[in-house]
């Protein structure tokens, strides 16, 4: 037995693997996948341990020990690695072809410029020339490692000649040259196991099953609370769009409706995160390959296992909890796209909330539609509300007879109203309502067209804690005129009419001079100047003789009684309670 452990596909710099290493590591991860695809696993074999056999060059060899010098010519592996198209039979080396020629460059205006297209009209015959420099010398150890990793009919004696690797130079350069535009699954399917392989290293029997269908039927569930648990999913249907509120049960009926490999896209980093921890905590006892894909991936190892966070981007898993914008991918056609969609094809692809993306990912979610379908994906779309237009195009391109739709009758829906937005023009007539919500526990978020108002309106419902504050007032201190505050009206989800306070006698108090009096029964706040003075002159008419408007340190209150001191001030603000208009008063 021979040992070519001196040839590495890395730098030492990243792992110093060896090249013999890696060509059967990427052979068993694509032998893997081309079962799950139904694909043929002899040609899959062969590709993954001929792509990147042309590192073996003397060339890519120095060059994994120092930078070569900016005269020399662009040097790309897979070219050389096409130098062995001769082991394959010619029926199978279209394919061959596919899966080395571009598994990291385009073969065509490639960004960096150095397709095998791209080169070849640039440098002409130099470049294949220098990528065959000192074959005779590396190519019987490229063929020994093949004869190691049992490459069909290859022995230690087999001979690869420069005229061999010329005249397969060529066929692959005719065959590119010729090729259709459209995805590669071949190429998909090389560079997801050479992605993932390059990532576990060492570490590839820690890997989980790949290409494992989850089982979901923990979602059957069915409760009274959730009314599309109660919904049977149509067998019939192969995709889905359910139009229901939050808390209807869509997530349970989206994965119950999946019959494979989940992909469940949510708009936002947060959201995936919830998604990820909630599914884990569903199926994490049976389902083994659960992913959350982030933009960057690590590799941990725990005492007993590695941690997946290695693979989460790489293809294979059961279950993968990401953002439609990591697949955008697919819809632009660029770098990479092919091993996205490789691991996509025939899969449950759900889009959750996809009514809260913007106008141009909702342009981009179109198109991704358009093309998992085209790759025979099973596309379960839900959503709490959703333009009309957006709806229309989805389901033209899904095809109506082809979708379960699903949307909750009225009847149920109103079971969903758990909010009530109420419109007021002045924050004093919410009062009553604020009250009311306080005493029997439940949240309030109140909303205001200026930070200044909120502001205001936060310090006075602060201060409601205590009983009475007084606000001393100088005699002689002038009014502060007080911008207007507008009030902005927003779009109500339920409309609750605020009745303004009903007339109601004044209570019988013995009245109070108005002078030397610091101590005030407060009754508003948080409005404008122009508002208070208007309340204030309407509490006059209605007896309160000495409701005014105050303006001291910028902030305006309605004041509709004054006192010398605190003790007959909360005496009064006691009594002028009981009356229910006036409740809220401090």
């Known amino acids: 037995m021979n040992n070519y452990n001196h040839i590495l596909a890395k730098s030492v710099e990243n792992g110093a693997t060896t090249l013999e290493s890696h060509l059967e590591s990427v052979a068993d991860f694509a032998v893997v996948a081309a079962r799950y695809a139904g694909m043929d696993t002899e040609v899959a074999l062969q590709g993954a341990l001929l792509h990147d056999i042309g590192k073996a060059s003397v060339v890519f060899q120095k060059r994994l020990r120092s930078k070569p010098s900016p005269l020399e010519l662009p040097f790309r592996h897979e070219i050389a690695s096409l130098f062995f198209l001769k082991l394959v039979s010619p029926d199978l080396q279209p394919f061959m072809i596919d899966m080395i020629v571009a598994h990291h460059k385009s073969i065509y205006k490639d960004v960096s410029g150095t397709g095998i297209i791209d080169l070849e009209n640039e440098y002409e015959e130099d470049i294949l020339q220098f990528h065959l420099s000192d074959f005779s010398l590396w190519a019987s150890e490229a063929i020994g490692i093949l004869a190691e990793l049992k490459f069909p009919g290859v022995t230690h004696e087999t001979v690869i000649t420069e005229e061999d690797a010329r005249e397969a130079y060529y066929f692959a350069l005719d065959h590119c040259r010729k090729r259709q535009k459209g995805w590669s699954q071949w190429k998909g399917l090389l560079m997801g196991a050479?992605?993932?392989?390059?990532?576990?290293?060492?570490?590839?029997?820690?890997?989980?099953?790949?290409?494992?269908?989850?089982?979901?039927?923990?979602?059957?569930?069915?409760?009274?609370?959730?009314?599309?648990?109660?919904?049977?999913?149509?067998?019939?249907?192969?995709?889905?769009?359910?139009?229901?509120?939050?808390?209807?049960?869509?997530?349970?009926?989206?994965?119950?409706?999946?019959?494979?490999?989940?992909?469940?896209?949510?708009?936002?980093?947060?959201?995936?995160?919830?998604?990820?921890?909630?599914?884990?905590?569903?199926?994490?006892?049976?389902?083994?390959?659960?992913?959350?894909?982030h933009s960057i991936s690590q590799l941990l190892i725990g005492e007993e296992r590695i941690t997946e966070k290695v693979i989460q981007d790489k293809f294979g898993a059961s279950i993968k909890v990401l953002t439609p914008h990591q697949l955008a991918s697919i819809a632009f056609g660029i770098r990479g796209y092919e091993s996205v969609l490789f691991d996509l094809q025939g899969c449950d692809i759900i889009l959750d909330e996809i009514h809260t993306y913007s106008d141009i990912m909702q342009a981009i979610v179109l198109k991704m539609i358009e093309v998992l379908n085209h790759v025979g994906c099973r596309i379960h779309v839900g959503t709490a509300t959703i333009p009309s237009a957006l709806e229309k195009e989805i389901l033209e391109i899904l095809g109506k007879e082809q979708v379960q739709y699903v949307q909750l009758s009225d009847e149920v829906l109103t079971l969903f109203n758990r909010h009530e937005i109420y419109k007021a023009e002045a924050f004093t007539d919410l009062l009553p309502v604020l009250q009311q919500a306080v005493e029997q526990e439940k949240k309030i978020l109140i909303v205001c067209n200026r930070v200044a108002n909120a502001q205001v309106i936060f310090e006075q419902i602060e201060e409601q804690s205590v009983a009475m504050t007084p606000i001393p007032v100088k005699n002689d201190a002038k009014p502060q005129k007080a911008k207007k505050a507008k009030t902005s009206k927003p779009i109500a989800v339920k409309e609750v009419k605020v009745t303004k306070p009903q007339t109601v006698p004044a209570p019988s108090v013995k009245p109070q001079a108005n002078t030397n009096h610091p101590y005030h029964i407060i009754v508003a706040g948080g409005i404008s100047l122009k508002e208070a003075e208007a309340m204030a002159n309407r509490l006059n008419a209605k007896g309160f003789a000495e409701a005014k408007a105050l303006n001291t340190d910028g902030k305006v209150r309605v004041s509709i009684r004054s006192f010398s001191n605190r003790e007959e001030a909360t005496k009064q603000l006691l009594e002028l309670r009981k009356n229910e208009t006036y409740k809220n008063a401090w």
């Open 194 to 293: 050479d992605h993932i392989a390059s990532a576990v290293g060492d570490f590839k029997e820690k890997v989980p099953a790949l290409f494992a269908d989850p089982d979901v039927s923990f979602y059957n569930r069915k409760g009274e609370l959730y009314p599309l648990s109660l919904i049977d999913s149509d067998g019939t249907k192969k995709h889905t769009f359910v139009k229901a509120p939050t808390g209807a049960g869509k997530t349970d009926f989206l994965i119950k409706r999946c019959r494979g490999r989940i992909f469940y896209t949510l708009p936002f980093q947060a959201s995936i995160n919830a998604m990820y921890e909630r599914i884990l905590h569903d199926l994490g006892d049976h389902v083994e390959d659960i992913r959350l894909l």
